[in-house]
């Protein structure tokens, strides 16, 4: 890569194989709106890097050093020689007084005195080796001594080991991880909510590591005399005024500030958000930001209303992106039917509101962080979506093994669902159906597949290829099935195929009974067994897996029968024949 001539020439054919092997990689999009300060030791090559990499992603570039000396007219040399901490100061204020999103090429001191001051920022690596420090600092005599009373080789020397120390305690982007990153474009800025009557600081680092970037605070469910700093000093803080006042406290540790008003903070106005109380039309939509600034963040968050027509927030986005920017607006619906409109909206959004973990969430319709990021990491922004449709499936491991994009779409019981899924038809290709739906979807058969094919889906039931795989794995030539649910139709459909009987007892004719050979269990995990039913002797099929399989093995062992487990078996064999399908969908 011709960037690579721009640094230590002594790195760079071993960043140059790093690129092209990280080119058969998967890379995650950089995030929208972030500010990308280079960084790293003097005489790296910021600055020589800084117009190729503006160029590479289309934005200006600031030198933070001429920057500096060009608001306070004096000379860098002289004024960190003679007064290094007023320096300091300036160049820390100059970099804060940047508009958010700048692409900033930092001074050689700036990693080392102002790490906090790159909160809520990408920190991007350059690399020098000690012997390439050295010999450009000998030849370049414009640069200030910095401390003067050591010979110089010694200072060289002193200077570079101490701040190698430092810029280790701060977290950074390597140069090539970046560049992979931003050839593979943008994506939104995560952001997880703040739960009422938990920890701050516990549950920011469990959002930081789980791969959010900001941590909203509502005032709405948070009390004023929490105390942020904690969790502030872990992930940057997205203050929300929503309802009650927010404490000067909260205020001053604030990276974002969101209200209905704009904010004026250090870096100009903040973001400002509506959340509207019915749908809106495009127009609507438009006419109620027109008298906001250009260079405003703007949210705009409404309730997705029917979903034949709730791609009308797409027209939405694009028109407040027209006005605003790129990076400067979000658009968000709201409801029980909202999250795959949510999932689209977010491939162009400057913020992704997320659920942490499946236990709570801010709002109806958000998705999972953790499916957010594997979204991310697989590196595919433009391909069709694939998604699991069902109710309690929060714990699906769908997501885990197919092709990404992949969401999981939880839907009230009684949801109409045949038009709901044709409603997603432009921008999903393909669905995995799961209870109580599987009878719902098409109205010709019971499916746990969906592809699309033109202008319609197409569905089959793949799990009778995992039944099958499970009913071998048990063993037999008569099964007798606990219930006769949603993957009764994929265990009689196998039987046929095997050869093999099939009893199907339901819960009422179970109490008071002994059953014996081999069983499968189809009922919930959630309920208990029947009164009365012994299993003593039995060798019993667990379709479910995961936690629910593990109740389902216990309540199967309290009944004196021995637990198989056929689940993964089921589960890889059913998902093999579902890529199989989604794969020529169209």
């Not at 933070?64 to 003679?82: I, K, M, N, Q, Y």
């Not at 005195?113 to 790159?118: F, G, M």
């Not at 198989?564 to 199989?580: S, T």
């Amino acid at each position: 890569m011709e960037l690579f001539s721009a640094i230590d020439p002594r790195l760079a054919r071993s960043l140059q194989s790093e690129w092209e092997r990280g080119r058969t990689r998967a890379h995650e999009p950089l995030p929208r709106g972030v500010t990308l300060a280079l960084v790293g030791h003097r005489a790296a090559g910021k600055s020589s890097l800084l117009p190729e990499i503006a160029r590479l992603l289309g934005r200006e570039g600031v030198d933070l050093d001429a920057e500096v000396a060009r608001r306070s007219g004096r000379p860098l040399h002289e004024w960190v020689t003679l007064d290094p901490s007023g320096f300091r100061l300036a160049e820390r204020t100059c970099f804060e007084s940047l508009p958010r999103g700048s692409l900033v090429a930092c001074g050689g001191g700036f990693l080392s005195a102002h790490p906090d001051a790159l909160r809520g920022c990408l920190a991007v690596l350059v690399p020098i080796t000690l012997e390439t420090y050295c010999e450009r600092l000998r030849s370049d005599t414009s640069r200030p001594r910095l401390i003067p009373e050591l010979p110089f080789e010694q200072e060289l020397r002193e200077v570079w080991f101490e701040r190698e120390e430092k810029h280790r305690r701060v977290h950074t982007v390597p140069l090539v991880d970046f560049l992979l990153s931003a050839a593979a474009g943008k994506r939104p800025r995560r952001v997880v909510t703040l739960p009422p009557a938990v920890n701050p600081r516990d549950f920011a680092f469990r959002a930081l590591h789980g791969g959010a970037e900001l941590l909203e605070v509502r005032t709405d469910l948070i009390p004023p005399e929490a105390d942020l700093a904690p969790a502030a000093r872990v992930l940057p803080l997205l203050i929300a005024e929503r309802g009650q006042p927010v404490p000067e406290a909260w205020r001053r540790l604030a990276e974002l500030m969101d209200g209905e008003s704009p904010w004026v903070g250090n870096r100009g106005l903040e973001l400002m958000s509506h959340h509207a109380p019915a749908p809106m039309t495009p127009d609507e939509a438009e006419a109620h930001w027109s008298e906001v600034p250009r260079g405003t963040l703007v949210k705009h968050v409404e309730p997705l209303g029917p979903v034949s027509e709730g791609w009308r927030l797409l027209e939405t986005q694009a028109r407040l992106q027209a006005r605003f920017g790129e990076d400067a607006v979000t658009v968000l619906t709201t409801g029980p039917l909202a999250l795959p409109f949510r999932a689209v909206l977010a491939r162009k959004n400057a913020l992704d509101y997320l659920a942490l973990d499946p236990t709570w969430s801010a709002a109806g319709g958000q998705r999972l962080l953790a499916d957010a990021v594997r979204e991310a990491r697989a590196g595919l922004p433009s391909r069709p979506r694939l998604a699991v449709l069902g109710h309690q499936i929060a714990l699906s491991r769908s997501p885990s093994i197919h092709p990404q994009p992949f969401d999981r779409i939880e839907l009230p019981p009684d949801v109409e669902v045949a038009p709901f899924v044709t409603a997603l038809l432009p921008h999903y290709r393909g669905f995995a159906v799961t209870s109580p739906f599987k009878r719902h979807v098409l109205p010709t058969a019971a499916v746990n597949t969906l592809w699309r094919s033109g202008s319609a889906f197409e569905g089959d039931n793949t799990d009778v290829v995992g039944a099958s795989a499970a009913l071998s794995k048990l063993g037999g030539s008569s099964f007798t099935v606990l219930g006769q649910g949603g993957v009764a139709d994929a265990l009689a459909a196998a039987a046929v195929q095997l050869g093999v009987e099939l009893r199907f007892v339901q819960r009422g004719e179970a109490a008071g009974k002994q059953l014996t050979g081999a069983i499968v269990w189809t009922w919930p995990s959630e309920l208990e067994a029947p009164e009365g039913l012994s299993l003593q002797g039995a060798r019993v099929g667990v379709i479910s897996y995961g936690a629910r399989g593990h109740r389902i093995a216990r309540q199967i062992r309290a009944l004196g029968g021995t637990p198989v487990w056929l689940g993964a078996r089921w589960f890889v064999k059913q998902a093999r024949a579902q890529r199989e399908r989604w794969e020529a969908a169209r």
